[in-house]
């Protein structure tokens, strides 16, 4: 993983993995996917506001100064943004929602206080990946309970017990 330009690496994912059908639900890939960036958002500390998963569309909401960010913010936004391809991806060994995510993390870089050169956004892009991959195998079973309470469409609160539970 790693561009300058994540939004080429998501088209080409798309065409390379294509769309067919895997015999997996759309709402099943999307719990999956949205419940990652839920936990490695959490986990990184962003504050969650919500979330929802309804007829196909799904989001996480984090609360997060929209304008400039920080350093700090953008190592937890790289992490965050590309969970939910890896969360896919540990699952099915694809991520049908891979170009969204790598958008979010050109647009992360875009909001930077700091300028991110070319090299950076790579090393940013592969240290997300890895440390999203991290999070969500040292903590599976937590991250399997929040996929199963998105299904369910738990609260906010319900989803964060999970995490928080030991």
Request: proline letters at 2%; aromatic letters at 6%; glycine letters at 10%.
């Amino acid at each position: 993983l790693g561009s300058s330009a994540p939004g080429i690496i998501a088209g080409a994912l798309v065409k390379i993995r294509g769309m067919e059908d895997t015999g997996v639900s759309k709402e099943e890939r999307i719990c999956r996917h949205e419940a990652a960036h839920f936990c490695c958002g959490y986990w990184c500390g962003l504050p969650i506001r919500g979330y929802s998963v309804s007829d196909g569309v799904a989001q996480v909401e984090f609360g997060v100064n929209s304008q400039k960010l920080s350093s700090t913010e953008v190592a937890a936004l790289s992490v965050t943004a590309l969970s939910g391809l890896v969360g896919e991806a540990r699952k099915w060994d694809k991520a049908v929602g891979a170009e969204n995510d790598l958008m979010t993390l050109d647009n992360v870089f875009r909001q930077s206080d700091e300028f991110i050169g070319a090299s950076a956004q790579q090393d940013l892009t592969r240290w997300g990946a890895l440390t999203a991959n991290t999070l969500l195998t040292e903590n599976a079973a937590k991250y399997e309970q929040v996929v199963q309470a998105f299904g369910q469409g738990k609260s906010v609160e319900d989803c964060i017990a999970i995490l928080e539970s030991p």
